[in-house]
């Protein structure tokens, strides 16, 4: 970075989330398909009166909301499980690529390496 500062990423720990990640999703689209399983064989215990039909007005909508909430709240957790494994291949390849571009310019007195969880750095044998 121009200030001086430095800027490192742990690609190991950054892809260890994503099984974790993955299960919780899953978990949360359980949950959301028993709700909906569970609500439907409920039926429309409601009634078809009066009462039952103004509730029902009010319980549809909320109830679809909810629904569609929980299942994309499961969506969200994969599509950022994808995001992070490619966030963490990305500098995977970048520090790589730094790592080779060091070797080239580097003289033959020192060695590049990585710590293996931050920015490449060079060391004296």
């Excluded at 990423?9 to 950054?14: E, H, K, S």
């Excluded at 790592?99 to 080239?104: G, I």
């Amino acid at each position: 970075m121009s200030d001086g500062s430095t800027f490192s990423v742990d690609t190991a720990r950054l892809g260890q989330s994503a099984p974790q990640m993955v299960e919780l999703a899953a978990r949360i689209r359980s949950i959301a398909t028993k709700l909906d399983g569970r609500l439907e064989s409920l039926g429309a215990c409601w009634g078809d009166d009066e009462s039952g039909r103004q509730f029902l007005e009010q319980y549809a909508e909320p109830k679809r909301q909810l629904s569609e909430g929980i299942m994309g709240a499961g969506n969200v957790l994969d599509s950022t499980v994808d995001g992070i494994s490619t966030m963490a291949k990305g500098f995977a390849r970048t520090e790589e690529a730094n790592v080779e571009a060091l070797r080239a310019i580097t003289p033959s007195t020192g060695s590049v390496t990585t710590g293996g969880d931050s920015s490449p750095h060079r060391t004296r044998r």
